[in-house]
C-alpha cells in the first residue's frame, strides 16, 4: 500500500555532509509526522530528528546545529541534510512516515535503511 524509498548514504570523510532522502508513495491521503532514526552497531535505534505536516522540527542533541531535516509535501519526501559529519554519526539511517491511507486507515512505515558512514 505505501513504498518508502530512501536515498543518499555511503562513506564520507570526518567533517563532510551527506544528504538523505526518503520519499512516500502509494494510496497515501496524508502525511503527518516524518522523521530519521538511526542504529549503530550494537545500539538501540535512536530518534535522529523529526518533522510534523505543519514544519515543527525536533532534534537529537547529538546532531543539533550540525543536522537539517525538511520535507517537501508536495512530492511526499523528508530529506535530512548532516553536515560536520563524526564518526559517531556511522549508523543505518532509516526514515519513518506516519501517514493515512485512502482508505482511512492509519499507518506508521519504515524505510528499508540506509548506511552511513563517516571514517578517514
Known amino acids: 500500500q505505501v513504498q518508502l524509498v530512501e536515498s543518499g548514504g555511503g562513506l564520507v570523510q570526518p567533517g563532510g555532509s551527506l544528504r538523505l532522502s526518503c520519499a512516500a508513495s502509494g494510496s497515501i491521503f496524508s502525511i503527518n509526522t516524518m522523521g530519521w532514526y538511526r542504529q549503530a552497531p550494537g545500539k538501540q535505534r535512536e530518534l535522529v530528528a523529526t518533522?510534523?505536516?505543519?514544519?515543527?522540527?525536533n532534534y537529537a542533541d547529538s546532531v543539533k546545529g550540525r543536522f537539517t531535516i525538511s520535507r517537501d509535501n508536495a512530492k511526499n519526501t523528508v530529506y535530512l541534510q548532516m553536515n560536520s559529519l563524526k564518526p559517531e554519526d556511522t549508523a543505518v539511517y532509516s526514515c519513518n512516515v506516519n501517514l493515512q491511507l485512502t482508505t482511512g486507515w492509519g499507518l506508521s512505515s519504515w524505510g528499508q535503511g540506509t548506511q552511513v558512514t563517516v571514517s578517514s
Open positions: 518533522i510534523t505536516s505543519g514544519g515543527s522540527t
